[in-house]
């Protein structure tokens, strides 16, 4: 497990930007972390007095962002600014997520590393219940 402590300069995300509380497990492919920043009455993707379900994909976005970077720090490399592109087969399976006791869990696997670009599969539970699945392709910026 590595607490937000670990990873959080490594990421362009900060303050209550920084959605993600935790990473529970990652390796070359794959990394899943924990948030309960949902709950958050100051959480920044609030609109109209709740956190739509659409705001998953930025969690996932930003477990990309940190898989990518403890990747990078993995082999002595620094992680490159990326910006999501595209987002396909995105799946929601309820409306909010703000009313959701507990922890999110948040997956991500890299499907594809080109040089300049990513492409990940993502999904994100709540007590073992899928609240969002989808894709999404990432490009990095310069070298």
Known sequence: MLPKSDWAHLIPHAGSMCLLDEVVDWDATRLHARSASHQDADNPLRADAMLHALTLCEYAAQAMAVHGA???????GEARPGFLVALRDVVLRVER???????????????????????????????????????????????
Do not use: N
């Open 97 to 143: 997520i703000d009313d959701l006791p507990g922890r999110l869990q948040v997956h991500v696997e890299c499907l594809l590393a080109m040089p300049d670009s990513l492409q990940y599969a993502f999904h994100v539970e709540h007590r073992g219940r899928a609240l969002a699945t989808g894709r999404a392709a990432v490009m990095l910026r310069g070298h």
């Open 70 to 76: 403890l990747r990078e720090r993995e082999t002595g």
